[in-house]
């Protein structure tokens, strides 16, 4: 079967926009085509009705493929969509299953169209098997974040650097005893959380997900929670006076290593063009669990224990919960592995 075709054409409610509108930092008709590529289309073309419309076309459409036509209509067999309509690439996917045109994606016909857009997409970037606290707090942090730095030459991969670099400095705070402290460095891994959000969000924006910045946050993300189970070890240990507190340290960064190494291969097995990881494999109760184990949550409760001077506490949970997080990856992956050979 071929891939399907993409048409592009005028507008019938005589938009006040034009084509190469910026929206989230890329033009609005590149934003279609970019999206069209991802949705599995092979070609996208773009009719013109004029020489004025052709060359803001083409000027907006540079690079991506698309073609531009002034001769006749869509091509037969083409799904056609007017210009003006935002899409992502699930409404392009729904339209090549039949779905009405007129009904799916968002119209921008006059400016004030656009901030309706622009919430529309970055609505759609949150991930459906988010923990709540993600959901109901993070993102509602990290999506106006991404909106302003989608116009900026700022990149998804340089984000992730400097969310890496504030988890980090959050996690010395632990090596030492008391609530003031303490709350300062869960609050500086709640800001690495909701700026980690970020180059996630920019990526599927602007269409510059790849596997290097997807294995890039994955890798720092889980650099920063061995930093902070191994701070709070050697504070408490410190503490304390004592050397059992390492072995849970040890434990804790163990599963980590453990867990994601198994993610991390899960991953690799998948088609280059998928998603790097969006969550564990297989389905069921046992994925469901693994999902809810892998969420930062936790990084919520480490604010409350903080609030206390208790934080170490979450590290007994830490030590047992991460190596078993691992060996529930590993029972879920070994029927995937059958499944693939």
Known sequence: MSAPVLALVAPADAPSVAPDTVLLGLPLVRRTAL????????????????????????SALMGTGAEISREGGPPGGSVAVAWNRVLT???????????????????????????????????????????????????????????????????????????AAIGLLGCLFFLLPGALVQTAGALLLLSHSVIDGCDGELARLRFEESRFGGALDFWTDNAVHCALFAALAVGWSRSAGALWPLALGLAAV????????????AMKRRPPEGPLFTGVVGRGPGARLANAMASRDFLYLLLALSLFGKANWLLVAAGGGAPAYGFLLLALDVPQKRTTT
């Open 89 to 163: 690439p699930a409404d392009l996917r729904a339209l090549t299953q039949g779905a009405d045109p007129a009904r799916v994606g968002v119209p921008v016909v006059k400016p004030p169209d656009i901030r309706r857009a622009e919430d529309s997409l970055l609505s759609s970037l949150v991930k459906p098997g988010e923990g709540f606290l993600s959901r109901a707090f993070e993102r509602k942090l990290s999506l106006p974040i991404s909106r302003r730095l989608s116009a900026t030459c700022v990149t998804p991969n340089g984000v992730t650097l400097v969310s």
């Open 254 to 265: 163990s599963g980590v290593v453990f867990s994601a190494s198994l993610a991390f291969a």
């Open 35 to 58: 999206a069209a590529r991802r949705a599995g289309f092979g070609r996208v073309v773009a009719l013109s009705a004029d020489r004025e419309t052709e060359s803001r076309l083409g």
